[in-house]
């Protein structure tokens, strides 16, 4: 091996020892194992926890890190694990655990949808904000008060024994909430937690608001709000008042509060104010002697007691109609206020059996599509397929290595990622393989055809892997989620294909070359040498029944699904995932529903993998906020059936169109993107073909995706369908280079012929590798859609489709348009250069 290859080798081996480095341990250790092993000072207290623990553990298993902080109780963990220093904590306890875990957390962080618990998309009302108005300082003040709203969220979820929550601002006015592990018992506890933002204003209500009020009157500024009152006698008594909309002041200075009792027994808050928050107190009081204070509670009026006299002394008291837990309960929130309300607008569980079955089908579904692909290779490019193997998974360990150095998170989709890498991977050396049978057709040595064959086709391999990264990296920045999971596996798969198949296969091969080990590589061929397909003689009937079948496919999506079509992740709205114990008729739910929950239109689905590896689920989509009503009625209704929560969705209408403009933008953008890369790089017309072709490629899986209508209830949009266009457009593009690659090059070298007996031999030439990296795709892809659960389903389908598409456009659209764009005549690619032979009768794919 000379210098130059020692060098490559070494820095090959760190990388891939440096990815084991990252990867361990893959799985988090046990924590109840790692608590009792790492223990000192053991003492009949320290049994005591674990007979307790073991007891709790039995009842529910999946709450292990709640059972143990249950067990310890009030023992003082800090004797037993002294090595952590843990004085400065609030909750000791939970700081020793915390350590525990993280200590013993594998490296491949599963995300929830694989290890079960449930996630919150939170909105904070910024407008509400005090300096709102004020555009520098609103800025700066959403910031800050996002930041401030995510630890008091935080240490409201904290009481929930949650491990390692995950509470992370979003944008300017977000934050999303993930509780892994959380009990559907718990969850609803939770959402109320997260909701209750106790956010205290006090305003003052207009000096006339009587008179306003009874004239019909609203001021500019100010809004009707209305006091509800009890009587003694039990009536109520709803008194309204004009109260101005900006706030005097808010929850945001107080320091402590406190429940206590009136003069009637009833409960009321007491709170106490900072110094600048009593300041702003007294002056507001002394300018509004006489007028009423509106102390408003999450936008609804508590009471409006006349300022007789200016407070001086910061404190006030909040009256109601509470009981002593609700006043007990407002009097902890307050002290850990928000600056502005917040309201969710999407969550997600899964239950953690459920995860542990997406696991299990997301894992199968990615080791049979990398043994079916790995298997192909080699025996269709027999050792050089067994080469191209060892590159595989070396970008495999490569891939998982970078993914737990960054810290990124494994969803399903993620899986998808991997496993569509493992497709995708082996084009690159399918496109080099090829090219050295090429120059070994020459006549070259083997050294020779193999030095031609990686120069020759690194230019391909570059335009199409940078063409696929554009997709990815659009899908990065505008998905959201496992979507964006999706992208960053996939963006770190590509990067490390070109990697693994340019510089370790190479190495491999000089390596065996130099010791004399091997001295012709043989190959099976699926495309005779000889092979003269007239490709264009069929584009333009072609061309008419896509277009045909688009046209089609998406009027009868448009005129007779319509609005069925979206999900939830389009329209907003509920999804509910029940386990079973007994079977029930799909209609006789849907009848209950409709009667019973006043529920219409549900979509009531049974979903079970396709091979049977999982449980069977009932999947129940019904209108936002319906899915309550849906679970009573079934329980109520169907009691043998033994219906359970496994998960649940719920989508609000905001995010609904947010998904739909997103998957448009990011859709345009990567179209954009690449027609701006391929101009770049090709001609213009060139670019103009790719990218109509793609946009061919999505209108048809579309159109496709909409006939599935005609078969049952049909295939809805979702976020992981956007996915799958979107890789769509990176996988077609990809295709379509390595032909546009190929007529460049022909017309560089001056082929003899007319342009479209040119593109015709392109076409033959690269007829062998298109069919071959496109079948190893969907070899991966038949993977996920049969082994990979019923969540990536609709993304295999997708993509399925798109690869057929993909592939089938790249000669038929793509090329065809280049040939009518030029109207027959060669491009200025080919005016401007020399013949220099004639290949035609030689050269092939």
Known sequence: MNRNNLGKFIFVVLVVVWSFYEMYPPVSRDLAVSFEEKAVRKDPAFTQIMTHFKELQAAHPQREFSNLMESVGTND?????????????????????????REGAGKIRLGLDLQGGTSFLVEMQTNRLENATNSIIAQEGKEAALSQAAEVLRKRVDKFGVAEPVIQPQGDNRILIQLPGLSEADKDAARASIQEAAYLELRIVHENSDQLLKDGLVEPGYEILKEKDTEPDGTSRITPYLVKKKPELTGAYITSAF???????????????????????????????GRLLAIVLDGELQSAPRINSAIENGSGVITGHFTDA????????????????VKIIAENSVDPTLGSDTVKSGVT????????VAAFMMIYYMFAGAVADIALITNIIILLGVMCSIGTTLTLPGIAGVVLTIGMAVDANVLIFERIREESAKGKSLRGALQAGYDRAFGTIFDSHVTTLISSVILIYMGTGPIKGFGVTLTIGVAASLFTALVVTRLIFDFLIARGMITKIRMLHLIPATLKLDFMKLAKPAFALSWTIIIVGLAYGIFVRGDKMMGISFKGGDNLIMGFTQKVDAEKIRTALTKEAGVFDPVVQYQQDIVGGGAETLSITSENGTSPKVESVLKKDFPEAGFIRKGSENVGPTIGKEIQTTAILASLASLFGILIYVAFRYEFSFAVGAVLAVIH??????????????????????????????????FSINDTIVIFDRIREDLKLGVRGSFKELINQALNQTLSRTLITSGTVLIATLSLYIFGGGAINDFAFTFLVGIITGTYSSIYIASALVLWWHKGARPKTGSQVVVVENRVSTARG
């Open 365 to 372: 579904s990615a080791v049979l599509g990398t043994v079916f």
């Open 77 to 101: 963990l800090s004797h037993y694990f002294p090595f952590y220093d843990v004085k400065g904590e609030l909750n000791p306890n939970r700081a020793v655990l915390n350590r525990l875990q």
């Open 326 to 341: 609700q006043a007990q309960q407002l009097a902890n929130v307050l002290e850990n206020p928000l600056q502005a309300p």
């Open 697 to 730: 490629d999505v209108l048809m899986t579309i159109g496709c995706y909409c006939l599935t209508g005609l078969f049952g209830h049909g295939r809805e949009f979702n976020a992981t369908m956007v996915a799958a266009v979107l890789t769509i457009i990176g």
């Open 259 to 289: 429940m206590s009792r009136d003069e009637m027994g009833r409960p009321e808050i007491n709170f106490t104010l900072n110094s600048q928050g009593a300041d702003i107190f007294g002056q507001v009081t002394r300018d509004n002697i």
